[in-house]
C-alpha cells in the first residue's frame, strides 16, 4: 500500500494532514483551495520510488494510454505531437528540450489510488485524473495556465516551478493551436521542488516547470464541469419529469401600461415559473448523477477475470485487498440511497446496501476489513470482480506494488 492507509478518515475527520504541511482540510479549504498557492516539502516521500522514467514511456508507446510529447525546439516552438509512440522517438528526441505526458496513469497504475484517497477533501467526482510526465534537463511545457485546480506532485529528480499571476481569456498569449501559453509571465514565487514536495496550484494561476534535472512529476487533476453544460443535463431532467405541455398562466395580472410592452412583472412571473421548476434539489440530483458518474474515457468497458465466492475467500485469506476500479467513476446518492457506476444506475442487493457506503469510503479495502463482511456482500463483491469493478491488489503486508 501507498502512503498513508487512514488518509480518507484523516480528511473526513479533518485532523491535520502532514501532506497539507500540518493542515486541516478545512483550513486548506478555507484559506487555499482556488484562492492561492500551497507548497509542502517532502509531503509524498513514496513517489520518489514509485514509478521509472522508463516505465512512463512504455506507457506512452501503448495504444490505451493518452500520451502526447511537447518539444520546445521542434519542427516548430512548442512542437505537440500525439501518441502513441514508437519506441525508438526518445531516441530520436536527443539534444532537445522535451516532455511526455501521460494521462490517467492512475488507470493503470493501481497504488496511485492510494494517492488519490489523500485529496478525500473534495469529493470524487471532481477528481479527474493522475497525469505523470517525464521531463529531460531543461524540458517544460512552456509558462501556461488551467482552468481547473492542479496538485503538482514532484517524484524522482527536480524541477524549477515558477509562479505567476492569475489569468484569463483577456491574458496576452503566444499563438499556440493546443497550448495555453502566456505571452509573459511576471513572476511572483520561484523555488525547486525535490522528490516528495507538493505545489498546489489553483485554477488560472500562471505557472512554469522547468526540469533540472531528467524528473518525473504527477499532476493530480480535478474536473470543472461546464456550468453551461450542467444547465442543459438540468433541463433535460426537468422537461422528462415535467413534460412539455404546461403552459404558462398569469391569474391576477396587473393592467398593462402599454399593449406591446413586456413588462418587468410578466418577466419576474416567467422567471419565478421557471425557477419554480428548478428548485428541487432531487431533481438536480438525478439530472447529475448520470454526467458526473460518466466514465473519463467514452468507450471504456472494465475486463474481469471469473471470481467465486470460494475465489474471494481464498484470496482474502492470502491477504489480498480490493481496490475499485480506477478507471471507473463511482457516485452515491444518499438521499436516495442510489449508486451510479459509469452512468448507469447499479442494481444492489438489499442485503448489501447497508455496507455500501463504507465499500464507497476510501478506494481500497484490506483484506481484514473484508473477510468480516456478510456472506451475501461478499458475493455480491465476487460477481463485481468477475464483472472487472474490483482490482484485487497486494495487501499492506507485501512489498509488490500491487497489479491489476
Not at 501518441?83 to 530520436?92: D, I, L, M, N
Not at 493501481?110 to 521531463?135: C, G, K, N, Q, T
Not at 516528495?196 to 499532476?219: I, N
Request: proline share 8%; net charge negative.
Amino acid at each position: 500500500m501507498l502512503l498513508n492507509p487512514t488518509a480518507v478518515a484523516d480528511c473526513l475527520a479533518d485532523a491535520p494532514l502532514p501532506w497539507l504541511g500540518g493542515l486541516r482540510a478545512s483550513e486548506f479549504l478555507r484559506d487555499y483551495w482556488q484562492k492561492k498557492p500551497l507548497l509542502v516539502r517532502n509531503a509524498f516521500p513514496d513517489l520518489a520510488t514509485l514509478l521509472e522514467p522508463d516505465e512512463l514511456l512504455e506507457l506512452a508507446e501503448t495504444e490505451e494510454a493518452e500520451s502526447r510529447v511537447i518539444v520546445e525546439d521542434g519542427a516548430e516552438p512548442w512542437e505537440v505531437r500525439q501518441g502513441p509512440f514508437h519506441s525508438t522517438v526518445w531516441r530520436k528526441l536527443k539534444g532537445k528540450k522535451w516532455t511526455a505526458l501521460v494521462q490517467a496513469v492512475d488507470h493503470y497504475l493501481p497504488p496511485l489510488a492510494d494517492l488519490l484517497d489523500h485529496f478525500a477533501f473534495v469529493p470524487e467526482w471532481r477528481i479527474d485524473d493522475v497525469m505523470v510526465s517525464y521531463a529531460v534537463p531543461g524540458g517544460s511545457v512552456g509558462a501556461h495556465f488551467d482552468q481547473y485546480d492542479v496538485f503538482l506532485l514532484q517524484g524522482p529528480g527536480q524541477r524549477r516551478w515558477q509562479l505567476g499571476e492569475q489569468c484569463n481569456d483577456q491574458t496576452p498569449r503566444l499563438e499556440h493551436a493546443q497550448l495555453r501559453l502566456i505571452a509573459d509571465m511576471p513572476v511572483s514565487f520561484d523555488e525547486i521542488l525535490g522528490p516528495g514536495d507538493l505545489l498546489y496550484v489553483p485554477p488560472g494561476l500562471g505557472h512554469h516547470g522547468v526540469a533540472q534535472s531528467e524528473c518525473l512529476t504527477y499532476s493530480v487533476g480535478f474536473r470543472a464541469p461546464s456550468l453551461g453544460h450542467i444547465l442543459e443535463q438540468v433541463v433535460d431532467a426537468v422537461l422528462l419529469d415535467r413534460g412539455t405541455e404546461h403552459l404558462y398562466g398569469d391569474a391576477g395580472r396587473a393592467l398593462p401600461t402599454h399593449p406591446a410592452e413586456l413588462g418587468l412583472s410578466d418577466v419576474t412571473m416567467l422567471a419565478t415559473t421557471l425557477q419554480s421548476w428548478l428548485q428541487q434539489p432531487l431533481l438536480f440530483q438525478t439530472a447529475l448523477a448520470p454526467f458526473l458518474s460518466e466514465a473519463k474515457y467514452d468507450d471504456y468497458e472494465p475486463e474481469g477475470e471469473p471470481c467465486t465466492l470460494a475465489d474471494l475467500r481464498a484470496a482474502l485469506n492470502d491477504g489480498i485487498d480490493l481496490l475499485r476500479d480506477p478507471a471507473s467513476r463511482w457516485l452515491w446518492e444518499s438521499q436516495t440511497q442510489t449508486f451510479w457506476r459509469n452512468g448507469e444506475v447499479v442494481t444492489v442487493p438489499d442485503a448489501v446496501k447497508p455496507h455500501l457506503p463504507a465499500l464507497l469510503t476510501g478506494r481500497r479495502h484490506s483484506a481484514a476489513t473484508l473477510a468480516a463482511l456478510p456472506e451475501a456482500v461478499l458475493s455480491w463483491l465476487a460477481d463485481d470482480i468477475s464483472a472487472g469493478f474490483w482490482l484485487p491488489v497486494d495487501g499492506a503486508n507485501s512489498n509488490e506494488n500491487g497489479s491489476s
